[in-house]
């Protein structure tokens, strides 16, 4: 088969990538380990930045969104039993954050790419990476018990941080950072109404905790537990109990429960990959950077990523220019820092660690006193949660 992007990884990061080369003429073909069900079955975060909005837009594919999805103009922090709204929308000069879940915005991808006749090959197995340092990369993979080659000018690389495209770069050649945090997060989802209109931060003496939602009808509840917590330990009626106890007496009162559709934990980290492109590979989203996701920046930064790398691929194929190719990993990475450093400052300002100490304590309590009683504290967070501007 021969193509011109080979795409390894049918998550949100392929996906967009996909319909965004389409759009601009150029062919790709989209090789994913698993089924498209197994793919629709995890459960991500969903709060999508302006800049991803609009690429959705670009890729023929934000009709539902628009429609479905939930413009958020605020959210609250709950500290010392007591919540303070941040007005995200009038402290960025006009910004929102449109709720979302991942999970739709790849069925929309999906759908759309599946309508157009295009090719993706899922359930495809031992996928190998080959040549991406000369000009005629190759992707190998099984399927059916046959062996199959995908020649093509470029690779990309979304196939996430457990995935086999950052692997096959000589490790002489990548630099990683990484950061494990001390704890994860226990999640629930409930087709139960959410009980705020708008995102709820919790720091309590008993440790984080979130309430999200990805309708008027189903919610998204978090809290921290130690990361060597198991997911069997909590029963519904547990993790409901533990959650009213981490919110105030008007959200605790208001807090409707019901059985839950699905429930992990899951850790969280920081990492980057540097640089992002290896010759004639590029990789992007989870494959190149994870985020804590305090922030809910997982998913904004894959969309920035395949936005930069869907641009940089028509720069080349249409004015035969290297530029964008040749700036990719420098645009990415300055963005992805700016992301990574949010989501640790506000995972480091909203959870309970267990070596804080009392001195630590009284700081991280004296920050959230600071953040919002100060226009300029509140106006910093409120800019880096819409979402920084592309450079
Ligand atoms: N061959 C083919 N496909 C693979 C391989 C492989 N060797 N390894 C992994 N994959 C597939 C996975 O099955 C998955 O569908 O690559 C896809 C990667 O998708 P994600 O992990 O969702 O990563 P990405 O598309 O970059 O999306 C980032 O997902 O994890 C969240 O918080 C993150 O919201 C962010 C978003
Ligand atoms: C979610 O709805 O899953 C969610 C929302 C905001 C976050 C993290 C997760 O910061």
């Known amino acids: ?73 605020g959210i609250e922090l709950l500290f010392k039993g007591a919540r303070h709204r941040i007005d995200l929308q009038g402290l960025s000069g006009g910004k929102q954050v449109m709720v979302y879940g991942q999970t739709e915005v790849t069925r929309d991808l999906m ?66 950072y990484e950061k494990v945090y001390p704890f994860g997060w226990l999640g629930v989802l409930a087709d139960v109404p959410p009980v705020s209109h708008e995102l709820i931060y919790a720091n309590t003496p008993r440790g984080f905790a ?60 920081s990492f980057v990959a540097e640089p992002m492109r290896f010759g004639r590979l590029f990789l992007a989203g989870d494959a190149a950077h994870i985020v804590p996701p305090t922030g809910a920046k997982g998913l904004n930064l894959a969309a920035s990523d395949v936005g930069y790398l869907s641009s940089a691929l028509a720069e080349f194929y249409r004015e035969k220019s290297d530029v964008g190719i040749d700036s990719y990993s420098e645009r990415c990475l300055r963005r992805v820092w700016k992301a990574e450093r949010f989501s640790w400052w506000f995972t480091s300002l909203m959870h309970r660690f267990p070596d804080t100490g009392e001195f630590g304590q009284k700081i991280q309590e004296a920050e959230l006193d600071y953040l919002v009683n100060s226009t300029a504290a509140s106006t910093s967070l409120a800019e880096n949660y819409v979402g920084l501007p592309l450079v």
């Open 1 to 73: 088969m021969r193509t011109q992007v080979a795409i390894i990884g049918a998550g949100p990061s392929g996906l967009l990538l996909a319909q965004l080369l389409y759009k601009a003429g150029i062919d790709a073909v989209v090789v994913e380990r698993q089924s498209p069900d197994y793919v629709l079955g995890r459960i991500r975060a969903g709060v999508l930045e302006q800049i991803t909005m609009d690429l959705l837009d670009q890729a023929g594919v934000g009709q539902r969104m628009h429609a479905e999805g939930l413009p958020h103009h």
């Open 111 to 176: 759908q759309a790419r599946a309508a157009e006749g295009l090719t993706t090959i899922y359930e495809a197995r031992d996928v190998t990476l080959h040549d991406f340092d000369s000009t005629n990369p190759k992707v190998r993979y099984t399927k059916d018990g046959q062996t199959h080659e995908i020649s093509c000018d470029f690779i990309a690389g979304c196939d996430g941080y457990h995935g086999v495209s950052r692997a096959s770069v000589p490790q002489d050649k990548l630099h990683t």
């Open 210 to 269: 979130l309430c999200s939602m990805r309708s008027a009808t189903r919610s998204r509840y978090y809290v921290q537990v130690p990361m060597e917590e198991k997911v069997e330990n909590w029963s519904d009626d547990a993790f409901w109990n533990e959650l009213r106890s981490r919110l105030d007496p008007e959200a605790a009162a208001n807090l409707v429960t019901g059985p839950s559709l699905e429930k992990s934990i899951a850790p969280l980290r």
